[in-house]
């Protein structure tokens, strides 16, 4: 069962704010969100969680609604190595992290 | 400190053989999981084990099997190699809290002939 839902693809230039939206309609209570980014052949590396309101930390920032069912990933002033896959994880358990397709974000010179 | 760390990183095998595949955790993490992860199907989450005891399944058929050691290294296997089983292995350790942060190693990577 799907959790979370979030762009296939995003492009954008180098320098510019990327923002990927991920929905996650039916969060239960206990669930945190969580975000990964991943590259080619290596696994996902942890970017940002938070539980509601604005978390930010040296790479990101994440942006909760106060309903929780959507959430925002800022990446400032990208880079061509922010090209990679991101995902959007809502879950209350560390024995059961489903990952869902992810966003492929392409950044361009 | 050190990561986690997966052996080996490359193999070949061929159908109908056997692979054991391993994780290190990183020190003091009680908690690994592991990961299929295929261009078709994405990651796919496998099974999850925490002090020795396998906490949680994926749908994975039981050809795959898991198993954890009291210094929480871990080892996962998988009998009578089928072509669809070549894949990216990964393999992530965590304090096993529900903050759910997980720390992945560079996975293990199977073709399968």
């Known amino acids: 069962l799907a959790k979370t839902t979030q762009p296939i693809s995003m492009d954008s230039y180098e320098g510019q704010e990327v923002n990927i939206t991920c929905s996650h309609n039916?969060?239960?209570?206990?669930?945190?969100i969580t975000w990964y980014q991943q590259f080619p052949s290596q696994g996902p590396r942890f970017i940002i969680q938070?539980?509601?309101t604005k978390v930010t930390n040296e790479v990101a920032s994440l942006f909760i609604p106060a309903d929780r069912k959507s959430s925002t990933l800022s990446l400032p002033r990208v880079s061509l190595s922010d090209t990679a896959v991101y995902y959007c994880?809502?879950?209350?358990?560390?024995?059961?992290?489903?990952f869902g397709s992810g966003t492929r974000l392409s950044i361009r010179p | 400190k050190a990561g986690v760390t997966q052996t080996p990183r490359y193999l070949i095998k061929t159908r109908g053989q056997q692979v054991t595949l391993s994780c290190s955790p990183i020190?003091?993490?009680?908690?690994v999981s592991w990961y299929q992860q295929t261009p078709g199907q994405g990651l796919q989450f496998l099974f999850e084990y925490f002090s020795e005891t396998q906490r949680n399944k994926g749908n994975f058929p039981g050809r795959f099997s898991g198993r954890q050691f009291s210094n929480s290294r871990s080892e996962m296997n998988v009998s009578t190699l089928e072509l669809g089983d070549s894949a990216l292995y990964l393999c992530?350790?965590?304090?096993?809290?529900?903050?759910?942060?997980?720390?992945f190693g560079e996975g293990s990577r199977l073709t399968v002939l």
């Open positions: 938070g539980y509601k």
């Open positions: 039916n969060i239960a209570t206990n669930d945190y």
């Open positions: 994880l809502v879950d209350s358990s560390a024995s059961k992290i489903i």
């Open positions: 020190s003091g993490h009680r908690s």
């Open positions: 992530a350790s965590s304090r096993g809290s529900n903050t759910g942060e997980l720390f």
